[in-house]
């Protein structure tokens, strides 16, 4: 017989015969008794009575009875916390217990005994379970910890337990190390104080690793979430992550698989996109989320939903798998729906045929809700796919002629949207749509239908009979309807005056003085006043050119998104929402986002800089030394925290108060002065005297350069800086209806950023400020941003911004790239630029001929680049005219053999220099330019600006 038996009896009485029992001197009686206790405290019957005749049976070494006796203790130690004391001796005599089993079942059910009276008894059996011999005692008490440090934390801490759970990272069994793991996590998110108690460093993160592969599944997902927190060193230890995680992926446990994709995604941040590797992990990344849809509905949405967020970050990664979000019959609405989703973000033009297909007959199905999303999904891909829109144009038609009047009704709505992203393309249709005007009764619908008759009124030959028969019903409409009919009827009598004077007066009297809605009343003395005072301002107001709408309206806005993909298998994943908006406490608080891909450090971009300075005879002279750029931070960080207010009065640039105490070092080399390689002068020593020229002749090194010493360039003919013509930075879509376009130059030595500010929005914008974060130059602002204010819609201001190289500075990739803030009254926007190295050339940049071969002779070979620049057209004095206009200073010129040779220099405005030499062969459109300079990161740059000059 099963132990079902033990839940049927209904003696009465049984309390007194229990008790005779739990006291009778037969084990197995005994045994009996407790099942009959624990079935009776199961179903909800009060045994406590019993509490001291349990607590008895505790001494026996049958391990069944002792666990029913434990489970009895952990039920009713609250409410008899004074019996519960009882117990403490033999908790104590069981941890050392012979068994395992034993100790383990007796640390487990101690954790479990939320009682303060007896915590302080359990601490010295839980130290000693912490080093058992045993792994699965050791396992046991780790989750002991976490369970204690939730009923008395001060203790814990105290006692020492975390020093040995976090020694128990480093156990031989991976169980172990995966239970100290989620404790450890566990304490954290719970504790107050939010110290990280695991010290995520190359170590422990190499000892998780390990004990991954050996693991139970759920020891996997803590160990994985726990390398989701880790940031590695470079893009190196990244990878190699990524390598050893990446056969989790073909896991059984769906929860595994999605917590390797997290841990994946964060990485795959700070991986180079372009490499062979990266290219190979998307791939991999791709048939276990295809394999997860499979899987039964509900754990079929759960991948869905974390899709989602995953396809909107990499869409590279599902693009060529659109079939498997293709709808079943019997997938249940919430899963269909959720597909309908990700079908729409991974429409391209290569596979819209075969979504539209999909679409139309989804269309055709008998669930209202289904249709209804099927139909806007059709509208959404026009908007996304512009070579499908007259492809879905003519679905939507096609749909509407079906006359089911919740198809004909979504496939109006969507219609609007079209229209408003490609005006005067698809008008042709409106007369179709107006055959359908009785059947419409859904508010959106009506509205839409509206707003099509009044923005193209002067198309529609009875518009005013149209609107007018809205208006017979005005008072029952919806407020979206009626505010709709308002601004059309007003935009039909802006177009259209002398017949439709009646019906304006009609619709401003039923908006104003019979309606209680305070915004209908307020937008109908607006068009009122507007009308009656400047009818030429309302045509302005009213009938203004309005912003393309965008298919990334519906997108997760990029921020919330990057928070979204670290927290990938979590509910978070799953409501799309921050844990801040539906958890309270400590993890609502914490704010995560993606790692940024690691710069190349500076030591190891400098190394072949350094090597040469420090192996030179005498060291430079002290002077003050140029700008250290720091390795890359966090600069969206950065930006968010920037005071937008006024620039902060320029003042000199300290140049020591960049240089780290990390033994960073001057990453685009030294001034003037350390490539000539002076001495440093040593206390009590004589000066060092500086470097004379090298020997010039048949001896030296530098073979025919030191002839340069013998001619005489002239100055050039300067001419002005070349300027880039103006290119679009802010795009009004991404910017709600900003548009900034701009371009760099240079004028009498100062460096100017020139802006167009035009306002595509249908608002006035005012109260414009930027900023600049810290870049490679420390370029910001010399003068307030001056802007026209406000700034109407439709209107454009030109202005131009000096810049200043005096700002903090902190290396960027590219070098010269440059991240800006704009705020106004709307909003702060966020784009950035890459400026033109030439700019930042400057005007003292012409060396001494001495200095020049000095220094050229002084700067290894291995730091000289060539380069070929094609297709230039000038004679050799036109190129230095040119060059020297944008301050690249001739030092010399000579003829060899037939062959022009130019040898130049130039200097950034952070004092780095860089020598040149030209070759140019009469005749032939390619020279050769040839560039040296202690820093290397610069050089690229320079050919770059070379290269614009000659072509300009």
């Known amino acids: ?102 100790r383990a079942l007796a640390v487990r059910t101690m954790g479990c005994i939320r009682v303060d009276k007896i915590t302080e008894y359990l601490c010295e059996p839980l130290r000693k379970c912490l080093k058992d011999e045993d792994p699965y005692v050791r396992k046991t008490a780790a989750v002991c910890v976490a369970k204690l440090h939730d009923i008395n934390a001060q203790l814990v801490e105290d006692q020492g337990f975390l020093d040995h759970l976090r020694d128990l990272l480093s156990d031989s069994n991976p169980m172990v190390v995966a239970n100290a793991v989620a404790a450890l996590a566990e304490i954290n998110e719970s504790s107050p104080t939010a110290a990280a108690l695991i010290d995520m460093n190359s170590q422990t993160v190499n000892k998780l690793l390990t004990a991954l592969n050996e693991c139970t599944e759920w020891g996997q997902i803590f160990i994985l ?30 929860a595994v698989v999605l917590s390797a994709v997290k841990v994946l995604m964060k990485f795959m941040e700070m991986l180079d996109p372009s490499t062979d590797y990266t290219i190979a992990l998307t791939k991999k990344l791709s048939p276990p989320l295809v394999t997860m849809l499979s899987s039964e509905p509900e754990i079929q949405y759960v991948a869905l939903r974390n899709i989602n967020l995953i396809v909107q970050k990499r869409p590279e990664i599902l693009k060529h798998e659109m079939k ?42 008998v669930d209202v809700d289904f249709v209804r999303k099927s139909v806007r999904a059709i509208g959404r891909c026009a908007i996304k796919v512009e070579q499908s829109a007259e492809r879905c144009v003519s679905t939507l038609l096609d749909l509407i002629q079906t006359k089911v009047n919740y198809v004909v009704q979504e496939a109006i709505v969507v219609i609007k949207d079209i229209f408003r992203k490609y005006p005067n393309k698809y008008e042709s249709i409106i007369s179709t749509l107006c055959e359908n005007l009785d ?48 601004t059309a009827i007003v935009k039909l009598f802006l177009k259209r005056p002398t017949d439709t004077q009646e019906l304006v007066q009609q619709v401003l009297s039923l908006a104003t003085q019979d309606s209680d809605n305070p915004d209908l009343r307020d937008r109908g003395y607006i068009y009122w006043r507007l009308l009656s005072t400047d009818p030429a301002a309302a045509k302005e107001v009213v009938l203004a050119e309005k912003p393309l709408i965008s298919e990334e309206t519906d997108l997760i806005e990029p921020t919330l998104l990057d928070e979204l993909i670290c927290h990938i298998a979590s509910l978070a994943s799953v409501y799309h929402k921050p844990p801040s908006a539906f958890v309270e406490g400590r993890t609502a608080m914490k704010k995560v986002a993606l790692p940024t891909r690691a710069q190349t450090t500076p030591s190891e971009v400098v ?23 720091p390795s890359q931070g966090d600069l969206i960080g950065d930006l968010l925290s920037m005071d937008l207010g006024p620039p902060a009065p320029q003042q000199t640039q300290q140049p020591s108060s960049f240089v780290e105490d990390t033994g960073s070092i001057d990453l685009l080399g030294g001034g003037l002065d350390s490539l000539l390689g002076g001495g440093i002068p040593v206390p009590g020593a004589a000066p060092t005297p500086p470097p004379m020229a090298a020997p010039v002749g048949g001896g030296s090194s530098l073979g025919g ?35 900034i376009s701009g371009t760099f130059s240079r004028r009498q030595n100062q460096m100017y950023m020139d802006l167009t500010f035009t306002n595509k929005a249908l608002q006035q914008m005012s109260g414009f400020a930027i900023q600049l974060n810290k870049n490679s130059f420390g370029l910001i602002p010399a003068a307030q941003l001056q802007v026209v204010s406000p700034l109407n819609p439709n209107q454009s201001n030109d202005t131009s911004l000096p810049l200043n190289p005096v700002g903090p500075v902190l290396r960027m990739d590219p070098l010269t790239n440059l991240q800006v803030a704009v705020k106004n009254n709307i909003d702060v926007l ?20 001495k200095t020049f071969l000095a220094t050229w002779k002084d700067i290894p070979e291995k730091n000289e680049a060539n380069f070929h620049i094609s297709n230039v057209t000038y004679n050799t ?53 040839s560039l040296k300079s202690r820093a290397l990161d610069v050089v690229q740059g320079v050919f770059e600006a070379y290269n614009t000059i000659l072509h300009n």
């Open 830 to 849: 966020y784009f950035s630029v890459v400026v033109p190295l030439h700019v930042l050339f400057v005007q003292d940049g012409q060396m001494e001929r």
């Open 324 to 365: 498997v979000f293709f709808v079943k019959y019997n997938d249940p609405i919430y899963v269909k729906l959720e597909k309908l989703d990700i079908m729409i973000r991974l429409a391209t033009q290569a596979n819209i045929a075969q979504v539209l297909a999909e679409l139309k007959e989804y269309a055709t199905e």
């Open 877 to 929: 004095d036109t190129i230095t005219q040119k060059l020297q206009a944008n301050n690249i200073f001739t030092i010399a010129r000579r003829n060899v053999e037939g062959q022009e040779l130019l040898y130049q220099s130039l200097k950034l405005t952070n004092a780095i220099w860089v020598l040149t030499e030209l070759k140019i062969q009469p005749g032939n459109p390619t020279i050769t330019l």
């Open 439 to 486: 059947t419409l009764d859904e508010p959106e619908a009506r509205a839409s239908m509206i707003w099509i008759i009044g923005e193209y009124a002067e198309r529609i030959d009875n518009a005013d009979e149209l609107l007018e028969s809205f208006l017979e019903g005005f008072h029952d409409e919806n407020t979206q309807v009626q505010l709709q009919l308002l």
């Open 225 to 254: 979430d726990s390398l989701a927190n880790f940031t590695p060193k470079d893009e190196r230890e990244g990878q190699s992550i990524c390598e050893r995680v990446t056969p989790r992926l073909a896991h059984a446990n769906a």
């Open 705 to 739: 350069l030191g002839d340069i010493l013998d001619l005489a360039a002239g100055p050039g003919l300067g001419g002005g800086c070349y300027v880039a013509p103006k290119e679009v930075w802010l795009h009004p879509t991404k910017a709600k209806g900003l548009e």
């Open 607 to 629: 190394e072949a800089t350094t090597a040469p300075q420090a192996a030179a005879a005498p060291a430079a002279p002290a002077q003050p030394q140029t700008t250290v750029i």
């Open 1 to 102: 017989m099963t132990d079902s038996k033990y839940f049927t009896t209904t003696k009465k009485g049984e309390i007194f015969e229990l008790k005779a029992e739990l006291n009778s001197d037969k084990k197995d009686r005994k045994k009996e008794a407790v099942k009959k206790v624990i079935a009776s405290m199961t179903v909800g019957k009060d045994v406590s009575s019993l509490f001291p005749d349990v607590v008895n049976c505790m001494q026996t070494d049958n391990l069944e009875l002792k666990k029913l006796v434990y489970l009895y203790l952990m039920n009713y130690a609250k409410s008899q916390p004074d019996m519960a004391i009882m117990a403490v001796n033999t908790f104590v005599r069981d941890c050392e217990d012979a068994n395992p089993l034993i």
